[in-house]
């Protein structure tokens, strides 16, 4: 009879702690999930995901941020478009560029908005590549971490797409992904709004005069 009690004392007694063990482990990630979100908020807010869909209709050259086997990666980007409000957007991302595989393997990317101010510096992230060196580094970048996939935010742009890829079918014909944005941020604080559009050639068009015709979009009235 002592020995029974004994073993069931020690039943008892291991139960509860992976109880208390488990319980510590859950509230240390818990935690670590709310400093992560307190770091990317104190820079970013979040934006209504069917907003988003008015970040990319304009055009912007933007940064693609991915990061695969524990390195981050950025390249700059112009071959994309809005293809539903929700957002989906489709984008290119060539076989030759080392954020290629990121993106294929991982199905998961950031999509960050720069304006004038960082033109020179998007340029030259996309006139080198990811394979040679850290390109956050070199650009001085500030990674800020996202909330639903692993690619980083870029601090010092407008917004911040966190996108997972939902089809990859045209993938191996056109290097063409089709992506869901799942979270937006935009920094609310930043005086330079205006983003700018390639011409194709080493030419960009900076941000104009805006005319307002909402009036006239009817038909929109309920997505815009
Ligand atoms: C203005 C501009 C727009 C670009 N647009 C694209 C694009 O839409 N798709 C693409 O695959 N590469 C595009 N590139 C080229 C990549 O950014 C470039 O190949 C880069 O070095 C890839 O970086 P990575 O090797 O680190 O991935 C663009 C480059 C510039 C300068």
Redesign the pocket.
Known sequence: MPHLINNTTKAVFYFYCTKVLLYNLNINSIIKRTNMKTETQKNMKELELSQAFKLIEPGP?VLLTTAHKGKM????????MDIDFTPIIA????E?????EAIRKTKQCVIAIPTVDMMKK??D???????DMD?FKKFNLTPLPAQKVSAPLIAECLANIECRVIDTRLVNKY?LFILEGVKVWIDPKRKERRTFH?GGDGT?TVDGRTVDLKKRMTKWKDVI
């Open positions: 050259v990666n950025v390249m700059t980007m112009s071959w994309h984008c290119v991302v060539s030759g560029d080392y954020s290629f998007v340029v992230i996309g006139n080198c590549s990811g394979a390109k290097n390639a960009f």
